[in-house]
Structure formats: structure tokens, C-alpha cells
């Protein structure tokens, strides 16, 4: 298996920066790039992103990042984008959200990839991002474990050539072999599984990606299966077409949202809770589906509830900063016991304080000798206590 990546231009590969991208590079489609950089300043413009060095055209270091990112290539000297840059650069009703987008790269991205040397169309297809999410699948239900580290995949799945078509039943009777990775091999393995834990069933924390426990449960785990399972289309000779062709919307891929709504939280005035763990957290603070419904309820200007920096102002560039907290934390015991969370219960702040009142909380807990909160109107007061102490 070969695990290939363009390694450390991960601010490039976030959702919200694709989706810049994606309307940046829509806008130039057509393109020529004889004798010039047409990208640079258009593309600057949209992200705010540097592409430096400024000595090379952006293609020349960047043409990685629009083809791993299934967005645009090059054919006879013009650039042409990809159905999926397309959907990603449109506004409503054709908005191609995260999960939709990243499911979509699991089920499409294989090795050879067309972005690296090497690529040859008559070579076996392999699925890094199947492979990966049905070892995870495996030893959830297996081990109850919820997590992988970059060695067990190297050990795993890479040294048994595992190639993500294979059946759920392969991965748990996997035995690990030593596996020595190739000179910055494991560095792009860790930044793909960066990218991956973007989407709201997963969870990256170095050196291990996580899945959230609660969608392995009824039709949830059917669903991650079909989501888990390669779209095997046939390869290209030309490295253009196979982009095009990877970056496709087939009706298949269109059904991933569908298949979404049965593995994310319940889409009502309440929304069903996973296990007491921080990654859960974490995870479901930053689900799609969570996020849409509360700030169908909280229109822009957006605004951090704790500083009161309006974001929408400040980052005009950026659709919404903003991240969901849990008043309350998911892995309070309190909580624990309905398993449910309203609108109510959440609040929208910058990113900074968001991790800076988490670590209130740990403070907070600490100084009064506690586990966790008694009540919700202890959290409440601790949150509160935050506020205040910014002023």
C-alpha cells in the first residue's frame, strides 16, 4: 500500500479553506497558463493564504493540494475543475457540506494517485481512508476499542497490504507484521488522518484517530459500512481525467449525506449524546448537523458569547468562525444519565475561548477538589465565572 500526501500544507486542506479555494479556483476555470502565474493573486484574495515561495508559479508548489483535494487539474494548458470544487464553491441548494465532502474523498481517493509519480492506471487500486475506517469499525466492535494509532495502522493494514475493498470480518483477523515506513512516510500518514478526522464521526488526537462510539449502534452501523466501501471507478491513462473522474458527483456519492443523517446526531430540538468521552466531546461540539440547527437559531452577526468578538466582522473571509460548547460537558455523569442535549444547553464561542474556558473548567474543578459538576447550575456558575474573568 502506499500512503501518499502533500505533506505540511494542512492549513491548506481545512474545510473552510477548500471551500475558499474551491470558489477561487472556480472563478479562474479556463485559465492559461502560458507564460504567467494566473492563480496568485486571485487565489490570495479568496483564502488570504500566502503561496510562497513567490519565485514559483502557485501550480508549481500547489498543484498537489488542488488534486489530492480532488478540486482542479491542468489539461493542454488550461485549468479545469472538478464537479466536487464546483459543489463546494456553490451557495445553496447545491452546498456540499463536510461530511458530505469528506465521505467523499474516503470513498475516492486511492493509490496510485495521479497527483504523484508513479501513477499508472493498470495498478491495483488501494483505499487508505476505507482501509483505515474499517480497521477502526473492526476493533471497535472486536476490542471496544475506539481509537488506532499510526503504528497499529502501519503494523496492521499498511504491512498486510490491506487495500480497503476487503470485508469487515478481514480487518479484525489482522495479525501486525514490523513495518518500516519510508523516509517521511509516517509524517504523511499523520496528516491524513488530520484531514480524515475532520469529518464529525471521527477524532484525531497525535498519534491516534478515534471514532465516536454511539454511531456503531443500529442503523448507524450499516451506514458507516456503505460510507467505509471504495467507489471503484476505472483509471485514466491521462492524470487530468483521472482527477476529473475521481472529483466527479456520481448519484452514488450524492447518497452520502442520506446515509449521514442515520450515524449523527438526532436533528430535533435535542440531539442523542455518545459515551462519557472527551473526544465525543470534542466531536459532537463540532458536528455539521449540531451546527446547522443552532445557528438556524442564531443568525448572523455572529458573535463569541464569551469575548463578544464579532468574527463575522473580523474574519469577513471565513463564513463562520464560531465553535458549539457543551455548558454543561458531555462527560459529566449529570449528563450522562439523559444522554440528551438542547439548544439550550449550548452557546457559540471563538475558538480561543473556547479552548481557554475549557481549561476554566479543569481549574475550576480542581481548586474545589471535584471529579466533575454536581448540577448543571454549578456549571452554569463556573461558565459565568469564566466570562467575568476576561474583564
Not at 513567490?54 to 464537479?83: H, M, P
Not at 449528563?335 to 476554566?360: F, G, K, N, Q, W
Request: net charge negative; with cysteine; proline share 6%.
Amino acid at each position: 500500500m502506499s500512503w501518499h500526501w502533500d505533506q505540511g500544507r494542512m492549513a491548506y486542506f481545512q474545510f473552510e479553506s477548500l471551500k475558499a479555494l474551491a470558489k477561487g479556483l472556480v472563478s479562474l476555470e479556463g485559465a492559461n497558463f502560458t507564460g504567467g502565474d494566473p492563480l496568485r493573486k486571485p487565489l490570495e484574495n479568496a483564502t488570504q493564504f500566502p503561496f510562497s515561495p513567490g519565485g514559483y508559479t502557485v501550480w508549481r508548489n500547489y498543484a498537489r493540494v488542488f488534486g489530492c483535494s480532488l478540486l482542479a487539474t491542468k489539461k493542454n494548458g488550461l485549468l479545469i475543475c472538478t464537479d466536487v470544487a464546483h459543489s463546494l464553491a456553490a451557495d445553496e441548494p447545491d452546498d456540499m457540506g463536510p461530511d458530505e465532502y469528506f465521505t467523499h474523498m474516503f470513498k475516492r481517493f486511492c493509490s496510485p494517485f495521479p497527483s504523484f509519480t508513479g501513477y499508472e492506471a493498470t495498478v491495483n487500486q488501494t483505499f487508505p481512508f476505507c482501509a483505515i475506517l474499517k480497521f477502526l469499525i473492526s476493533r471497535a466492535l472486536s476490542q471496544q476499542q475506539y481509537s488506532v494509532s499510526i503504528e497499529d495502522i502501519q503494523n496492521y493494514v499498511v504491512a498486510n497490504n490491506m487495500k480497503g475493498t476487503e470485508e469487515i470480518g478481514s480487518y479484525a483477523a489482522l495479525q501486525p507484521k514490523v513495518y518500516k515506513p519510508r523516509p517521511d512516510e509516517t509524517r504523511q500518514m499523520r496528516e491524513m488522518l488530520r484531514f480524515a478526522s475532520q469529518v464529525s464521526f471521527l477524532q484525531w488526537s497525535n498519534p491516534s484517530i478515534f471514532i465516536d462510539p454511539s454511531i456503531l449502534m443500529g442503523d448507524g452501523y450499516e451506514a458507516l459500512l456503505t460510507l467505509a466501501s471504495p467507489d471503484i471507478l476505472e483509471a485514466k491513462e491521462d492524470k487530468a481525467d483521472q482527477i476529473l473522474s475521481l472529483g466527479s458527483r456520481s448519484a452514488t456519492v450524492k447518497t452520502n449525506l442520506k446515509l449521514m443523517e442515520l450515524i449523527t446526531p438526532d436533528p430535533d430540538v435535542s440531539f442523542s449524546e455518545g459515551k462519557a468521552r472527551r473526544v465525543t466531546h470534542l466531536r459532537y461540539e463540532r458536528s455539521s448537523k449540531l451546527r446547522e440547527i443552532f445557528f438556524e437559531h442564531s443568525p448572523a452577526p455572529y458573535c463569541c458569547d464569551m469575548c463578544g468578538l464579532n468574527v463575522s466582522c473580523t474574519y469577513s473571509w471565513v463564513p463562520n468562525l464560531l465553535e458549539l460548547h457543551h455548558l454543561l460537558p458531555l462527560a459529566s455523569p449529570i449528563r450522562v444519565e439523559s444522554m440528551r442535549t438542547s439548544l439550550s444547553d449550548l452557546v457559540a464561542i471563538c475558538p480561543s475561548c473556547h479552548r481557554a474556558v475549557h481549561t476554566y473548567y479543569r481549574q475550576w474543578l480542581k481548586k474545589y477538589t471535584l471529579e466533575d459538576f454536581r448540577s448543571k447550575d454549578e456549571a452554569l456558575t463556573c461558565y459565568d465565572e469564566s466570562k467575568a474573568a476576561l474583564n
